[in-house]
């Protein structure tokens, strides 16, 4: 008796559903991503058994390299645009409308402001480079300013110092006086997390 052969179906799927998810998936991705950030200086942080985190809003950076220049900035880029133009204000420097918008767009920055409008105007990712550092001697301390502007704009700024493991003290110990000299006694280190070394008994 022959065998009776059943009719293949081509079977279809609809993958509209499939391809609308994968491009809200890859739009969430795309908008929930935040860039590295390219900072004017590599700073080697040394490391520590302390597990804390800072969170990461409403946060004041003030780095330290090795060689003790001094970097400032602050998370938020609507308040570096105020922070920028209360400077201009107040040290009577003439910046353009896209010159305080380059500096918004600044996470971090060591620049003294009689250089700040020179540096300003430089092409690309040039900007990012020889940065001298912010002045925070006591003859010439600009870093006070910095910080006592950036704290008037969000009083909740949390303050973190971030150190070269290869710097000297005294450079953070500038940094720690300038402090003092606005009143603001709290802040935080940042540190690399390393494993507690176990206890022998």
Not at 137 to 159: F, H, Q, T, Y
């Amino acid at each position: 008796m022959p065998k009776i052969k059943v009719p293949r179906k081509n079977i279809s799927l609809d993958m509209t559903a499939m391809c609308d998810m994968a491009f809200l998936l890859l739009t969430f991705f795309i908008l929930s991503t935040k860039m590295n950030v390219v900072e004017p200086v590599a700073v080697d942080i040394p490391s520590s058994t302390a597990k804390k985190e800072v969170p990461a809003d409403s946060l004041m950076m003030i780095s330290v390299d090795k060689e003790g220049k001094i970097y400032f900035g602050i998370d938020n880029q609507n308040q570096r645009l105020k922070l920028i133009d209360l400077v201009a204000q107040r040290v009577k420097i003439p910046l353009t409308d896209a010159e305080k918008h380059r500096f918004s767009t600044l996470e971090s920055a060591g620049i003294p402001f009689g250089q700040l409008k020179m540096f300003l105007n430089k092409p690309g990712d040039k900007i990012m480079k020889d940065q001298p550092g912010i002045p925070a001697d006591s003859l010439k301390n600009e870093l006070i300013l910095w910080v006592g502007l950036a704290k008037e704009i969000n009083p909740m700024l949390r303050i973190t110092v971030k150190g070269d493991r290869d710097s000297n003290f005294e450079h953070t110990k500038k940094i720690i006086d300038a402090l003092q000299s606005l009143n603001l006694h709290h802040l935080s280190f940042v540190t690399n997390l390393e494993t507690k070394p176990e206890v022998r008994r």
